[in-house]
């Protein structure tokens, strides 16, 4: 259970969002304008907040500061790379574009708390693999598992974003970053690797014209 922060001036999309985080277990307070989040902000302590971007009184880019250490998860309607950009550089955890589904959007909310809360455990273990996310090693039991640094990084952001699909595009974005001049068939190879490599062919499913998804506990 986190408590939550909605700030999203249309009321509908608002109380939707707080409608289907309650149903999972959250608390969730609603903001509908940047003040009124930003009083929110210094008042409250919240676990996490969802935050448009185009507010009445400020933007979601003035209202991000006071959010200081909370996790955001930028909500937008502007499907740019500027504004992915922007929102990321500033602070923000994730981004999801309107209009978004409530699954997605309640995945993407568990994963920013996951890893928050993985703060207090730094080994994730799938299978006979354990990933020990302090020192960067991956073990098959005692056998340590060499891989380079992008397979790392690939690695460790799919067990961050763990149950949710993931597109080419966004795995380029957040491994590879925005000034990557390759193609996304670098992911392909990647993952290919990381399954030949851990033995995840299992685990590491291809998400059908979209990209890739790591199921695990």
Not at 95 to 108: C, N, T
Not at 158 to 164: E, F, S, V, W
Not at 168 to 183: M, N, P
Request: some cysteine; proline content about 3%.
């Amino acid at each position: 259970m986190a408590k939550i922060l909605i700030v999203e001036d249309e009321k509908l999309i608002n109380n939707l969002i707080r409608e289907n985080l309650v149903l999972v277990g959250h608390i969730c307070i609603q903001a509908y304008d940047g003040p009124e989040a930003r009083m929110c902000l210094r008042q409250d302590e919240f676990d996490l907040v969802l935050l448009d971007i185009m507010l009445p009184g400020c933007s979601g880019y003035d209202v991000l500061p006071d959010a200081a250490d909370t996790p955001v998860i930028m909500l937008t309607a502007k499907d740019n790379v500027y504004d992915k950009v922007k929102g990321l550089n500033m602070g923000a955890e994730d981004y999801i574009v309107k209009p978004f589904d409530m699954l997605e959007l309640i995945a993407r909310v568990n994963a920013v708390l996951r890893r928050q809360d993985r703060r207090g455990s730094d080994v994730f273990t799938i299978g006979e693999i354990q990933v020990d996310l302090q020192s960067h090693m991956v073990r098959d039991g005692e056998r340590e598992i060499p891989l380079t640094l992008k397979e790392y990084e690939l690695l460790e952001y799919l067990i961050h974003n763990r149950n949710i699909a993931l597109s080419r595009e966004q795995l380029i974005q957040s491994v590879w970053g925005y000034d990557y001049e390759g193609d996304t068939r670098t992911v392909d190879v990647h993952v290919a690797s990381l399954r030949k490599k851990l033995g995840l062919e299992g685990e590491l499913k291809t998400v059908y014209k979209l990209g890739y998804r790591l199921e695990a506990e």
